[in-house]
């Protein structure tokens, strides 16, 4: 069975899920007044964890969020974040050493706030194809295209409400993922050419939606539990 599958997931559920912090998180201050806002830790500069993951607790608010990429699968990291895969990816945050959260708790009322959807497929991504999509593009006058990091092509909806704002962006995924700054990730894997070999030719597709409505719209559910979702 097909599921939706995303690269990246940013979740808010109840504090009372995380359990137990093994490390120091970093705090966040009030500017003003002074008082503690709430806790965080981000895996940006830290060497022992090449991918994205950042969790925070919010003390007026009483939330946890939880934002990670695809990458925490490690060598499953093909699989992307799913129905399938989600738990796995939970049970994977306990796994290092940075705190404990409840995953069943997270599971069964944790919301998506935001994510990516994302589909690899078997297609060169030539600059013959790119010319195609940018004539393409230019006949519809609600959008706009530029150029994305030299891989790809990213198309977005002109428009000013950040509600109905889309961007889909299109990029060679084995090309991306043989750069300098994936390197780290690739090492920390024991099937590294495998992986390499699966993305190999493949081109991503990626929407990106980052507010609750949009989710909501997407996948056409009331709420954004993320069994719903994901469903």
């Not at 092509?153 to 750069?179: H, M, P, W």
């Not at 920390?188 to 990626?206: A, H, I, M, P, W």
């Amino acid at each position: 069975m097909k599921f939706i599958t995303l690269d990246r997931i940013k979740i808010k559920a109840n504090n009372k899920y995380l359990l137990d912090k093994q490390i120091k998180f970093n705090k966040d201050y009030d500017h003003r007044s002074g008082t503690l806002k709430g806790e965080y830790y981000s895996s940006k500069g830290d060497v022992d964890i090449p991918y994205n993951l950042f969790i925070a607790t919010s003390m007026l608010k009483q939330t946890l969020t939880l934002e990670f990429s695809s990458k925490i699968l490690k060598e499953d990291y093909p699989k992307l974040i799913s129905k399938a895969t989600i738990e796995d990816c939970l049970k994977r945050i306990n796994q290092l050493g940075i705190c404990q959260i409840d995953t069943q708790g997270i599971l069964q009322t944790g919301c998506i706030t935001s994510m990516d959807v994302t589909t690899d497929v078997d297609l060169d991504l030539t600059p013959q194809v790119l010319d195609t999509l940018n004539e393409r593009v230019g006949n519809y006058r609600r959008y706009k295209w530029e150029h994305y990091e030299n891989e790809g092509i990213a198309f977005s909806r002109d428009v000013k409400s950040r509600d109905c704002k889309e961007t889909l962006i299109l990029y060679n995924k084995g090309r991306e993922l043989q750069r300098n700054d994936n390197q780290a990730f690739l090492n920390t894997l024991t099937n590294k050419y495998q992986v390499l070999d699966y993305f190999n030719g493949k081109t991503r597709f990626e929407l990106s939606l980052d507010t609750p409505k949009k989710i909501k719209h997407y996948t056409e559910v009331e709420d954004t539990y993320i069994m719903d979702v994901l469903n």
